[in-house]
């Protein structure tokens, strides 16, 4: 299964990775950067404290196949164009042979997987969420576009306290077929040479509702982060995770076995993205408005 492999790093103050880049708000040759994130498509910094800034790894802007991640990502949020639920970019519309990298706006509250971790989520809040989550599928989905990695991490907190879906690299839309798919715990099962679909990415919002719901994501308990921070014991879960668990937990999808969500605050909603009985996102949220 493709998916980004996060590595924090710390704080460095020199220029940023790409020299002169300019975003739309005139941002040039940021003051101080902070690498975040070293993943399989991109090295992710703040910019000033208020930047997200996207490179391709190595910042190899000559390599094409390093650049298509940055590609793809610019392409999506050119279609979706800006919206109170899809991540502020603040480098749309350049053609691409000026594109470089990707900046997005920096949000404070984190991703939603993190948020929750260190927040306690009132009732209230977790139910406009899990709608904004719901509203955020139906937008993509209607220009054409397919997450293909959906998760609760891939959500951003704004400072309204408001949902913004982001994370395009592996996204696919129409003649631009996806470069990636799910984590196991939020994978359907398929032919993986094919398109992703609304269905792949409906399976993969079942699994993003019920870490919102739960706290955690499905089958997780298989492999427990450790609670060292020891890079051995991280090495060794990433390993296991990969080598077993992920096999693991596609043969119990396969069945169609699934975690359970008896007693779950809309359980019932989460098993139907699993067991396919909705066509559509706008299907998944009117049997939540009507609950």
Same mark, same amino acid.
């Given at each position: 299964m493709m998916n980004l492999t996060l590595l924090q790093m710390s704080e460095e103050n020199h220029p940023s990775p790409t020299d002169n880049a300019t975003s739309q708000q005139g941002t040039t040759e940021p003051q101080t950067k902070q690498r975040l994130i070293i993943g399989i498509f991109a090295d992710v910094w703040l910019?000033?404290?208020?930047?997200?800034?996207?490179?391709?790894?190595?910042?190899?802007?000559?390599?094409p196949e390093a650049m298509l991640p940055i590609y793809r990502e610019a392409l999506i949020y050119n279609i979706l164009g800006p919206?109170?639920?899809i991540a502020e970019c603040l480098t749309l519309n350049q053609h691409k042979d000026n594109i470089k990298h990707i900046d997005i706006?920096?949000?404070p509250h984190s991703d939603l997987t993190s948020y929750c971790k260190k927040h306690s989520i009132s009732p209230t809040l977790r139910s406009?969420?899990?709608r904004q989550i719901l509203e955020s599928i139906i937008l993509i989905h209607s220009f054409g576009v #397919?997450?293909?990695?959906?998760?609760? !991490?891939q959500f951003l907190v704004d400072n309204n306290f408001d949902l913004r879906l982001g994370d395009f690299n592996s996204s696919q839309c129409p003649?631009?077929?996806?470069?990636?798919?799910?984590?196991?715990?939020?994978?359907?099962p398929r032919d993986y040479e094919l398109p992703n679909t609304e269905a792949s990415d409906i399976f993969a919002l079942g699994s993003t509702l019920y870490e919102l719901v739960c706290g955690n994501a499905p089958y997780s308990e298989l492999n427990p982060?450790?609670?060292?921070?020891?890079?051995?014991?991280?090495?060794?879960h990433v390993r296991r995770q990969h080598a077993v668990i992920d096999?693991? #937990?596609?043969?119990?999808?396969?069945? !169609?076995?699934?975690?359970?969500?008896?007693?779950?605050?809309?359980?019932?909603?989460i098993l139907g993205c699993w067991k396919g009985e909705f066509a559509t996102a706008k299907e998944v949220l009117d049997t939540f408005l009507e609950s």
């Open positions: 910019l000033n404290g208020t930047i997200i800034r996207k490179t391709p790894r190595k910042n190899d802007v000559n390599n919206h109170p639920r706006k920096y949000y406009k969420w899990f #397919i997450h293909s990695d959906l998760a609760l !991490r003649d631009n077929p996806a470069l990636g798919y799910e984590k196991a715990s939020h994978c359907l982060v450790p609670e060292s921070n020891d890079p051995e014991a991280i090495r060794a096999y693991v #937990i596609e043969e119990r999808y396969k069945a !169609r076995e699934f975690a359970d969500v008896s007693g779950v605050w809309n359980g019932h909603i």
